[in-house]
């Protein structure tokens, strides 16, 4: 409690005196020099008591008294957390390096404090979230688990089944289905999922279900905007607009947009005249896009620069260059990352067109076919069940059963059927080794009331394992493995929960799993007075 108090008290020390800068600073610019030292004191002494640490030392890629030098220069005030852990604070200094940003780690002990530049604010909970996240693979995790829809257990299912995989599907009234499983499968259910993955994409890509209705004309204007994004190029009108309002966006976030010589340019001119805006791909990354693949760049020559931001000297004392490859924005995903929301909604909105368009239609019969191989199958359309479905096209496009599943599916949702007429013969979801699911109690807090949790078993395990459905994302944890901590980690980084949220969650996990464990292991006493332990079969 007391660290808690004191890292709070440094960071609202820290507040107060940012503010006081900002407010002389506009009285009297000339006192730029004396504010330094003040500031510079003023944070040594906070720490020396926050902290309590007598002799503090850097980890950071500066040292504190550097980082309030860096802070000049960015006109940017320095803010703080606390109480990291020593090597994951040796992690982020390291990722820090890599970013290119300064901070300044400072503390002795098993617990570090950071400081950094509020400018970078974003840039450190990227690094921290990445530092958690490699945390999280390290963590004795029992049991792992991921999201499906119902209409796709039965291809995962026999998946599984087929490479002796243990697993479990829990459901609920909502719909939502998690697919639990030991995490000693990791790596062959990576295969599974991305095998699936690449069996649905080709489906979606590749099979066409044809029904004889025209389009309308609202189709066909939608069909167009889809066309006239996706197929837009370089140098276009559509993409030049595109272009010109992210950067326009950055502005007015403060961004500063990379600029170069007059060398420079020219050499950009002549290899790449389009070009809209050049950066390094640190840069893009750090707005939050990736090169495309093939991307080539330009080569500039640049002033090198040592860790600190500082310039590289020779030994006459003269600035050092170095060449360096800058990528234009039309060499980034920042287009189709643009144009996403656009698109999705487009395409949603065709689904709708097309639904109500079929719904007026009387279709007698439907043609399936498979793109590639150039096979096709006509289908009528009274009365259409999945089983039919899937067994025809196994029967007359050779496709196998995960991939006719996968296929009947989107016959359902591209017509628009009667789902419940459709998936006539329900999915069977295996849940004879679930002990409890959707568990409640009065005393729930309200924070978490969203949350469900299923208590799970696997056959020969000896340990039950708490599964955690808070909005689309699920985790699995085994409070009799794993600690505290690490599971509120886990709640917070995978499920997106406050603080507060994971340790209410864990504390109900906890509880569920000792209630469970005291129903299976009871001791009873015979009128000797011997005591003896009983053992409960699972059923």
Not at 49 to 54: A, D, E, L, N, Q
Not at 134 to 140: A, D, F, Q, S
Not at 318 to 343: C, G, H, K, M
Request: proline share 2%; hydrophobic share 35%.
């Amino acid at each position: 409690m007391s660290d808690e108090i004191a890292s709070a008290t440094l960071q609202t020390s820290q507040k107060a005196i940012e503010v006081a800068l900002e407010l002389i600073k506009m009285l009297a610019p000339l006192a730029k020099n004396l504010l330094s030292e003040v500031y510079h004191k003023s944070v040594d002494g906070i720490n020396d008591v926050g902290i309590k640490v007598s002799n503090l030392r850097s980890m950071g890629t500066v040292s504190a008294k550097n980082l309030v030098v860096e802070a000049q220069k960015a006109n940017s005030p320095i803010s703080t957390t606390s109480n990291f852990l020593a090597r994951d604070a040796e992690q982020i200094a390291a990722k820090a390096k890599q970013y290119k940003i300064p901070i300044a780690i400072i503390g002795e002990g098993e617990k570090r404090t950071i400081e950094f530049l509020d400018r970078d604010k974003a840039i450190v909970e990227q690094i921290t979230n990445e530092v958690m996240q490699e945390r999280l693979k390290e963590m004795p995790q029992s049991v792992k688990c991921f999201s499906v829809s119902e209409n796709n257990i039965s291809t995962l299912k026999a998946e599984f089944e087929k490479n002796g995989i243990e697993y479990q599907f829990v459901g609920g009234k909502d719909g939502k289905i998690s697919c639990i499983y030991p995490a000693e499968y990791a790596e062959q259910v990576a295969v599974i999922k991305e095998d699936y993955k690449r069996t649905f994409d080709e489906v979606s890509e590749h099979f066409s279900v044809i029904a004889d209705v025209p389009e309308t004309e609202r189709q066909a204007e939608i069909t167009a905007r889809i066309d006239e994004l996706t197929n837009a190029e370089i140098g276009s009108e559509q993409r030049s607009e595109v272009y010109s309002t992210i950067l326009s966006d950055m502005q007015s976030r403060d961004v500063e947009l990379p600029e170069y010589s007059e060398n420079n340019m020219r050499i950009i001119s002549g290899e790449m005249p389009n070009a809209t805006q050049m950066a390094g791909k640190a840069f893009w990354e750090q707005q939050g896009y990736e090169l495309n693949e093939g991307a080539k760049g330009v080569e500039i020559v640049a002033p090198q620069m040592d860790e600190n931001g500082n310039p590289v000297l020779d030994e006459n004392g003269n600035q050092t260059f170095t060449n360096v490859t800058v990528y234009d924005i039309s060499e980034t995903n920042a287009y189709e990352t643009a144009i996403r929301d656009e698109l999705n909604s487009l395409h949603n909105e065709y689904a709708v067109e097309r639904a109500a368009a079929l719904a007026k239609a009387d279709i007698t019969e439907i043609t399936v076919a498979d793109d590639l191989s150039g096979e096709s199958v006509t289908l009528t359309a009274d009365k259409l069940t999945k089983e039919q479905v899937s067994a025809a096209l196994q029967e007359n496009l050779g496709y196998s059963a995960e991939k006719a599943d996968i296929a009947a599916n989107k016959v359902c949702y591209d017509l628009n059927l009667d789902r419940k007429a459709y998936f006539a013969k329900p999915t069977q979801i295996d849940n004879i080794n679930a002990l409890r699911t959707n568990i409640r109690y009065q005393s729930d807090d309200i924070t978490i009331r969203d949350t469900r949790f299923d208590a799970v078993n696997f056959k020969d395990g000896e340990d039950t394992h708490i599964i955690l459905r808070h909005g689309d994302s699920s985790i699995g944890l085994t409070p009799a493995k794993m600690s505290r901590d690490e599971m509120k980690k886990m709640c917070v980084s995978q499920l997106g929960m406050s603080e507060y949220q994971a340790d209410k969650a864990v504390s109900k996990a906890v509880k569920i799993e000792s209630q469970i464990r005291s129903k299976l292991e009871e001791r009873t006493v015979n009128k000797q007075g011997i005591s003896q332990e009983m053992h409960i079969e699972r059923t």
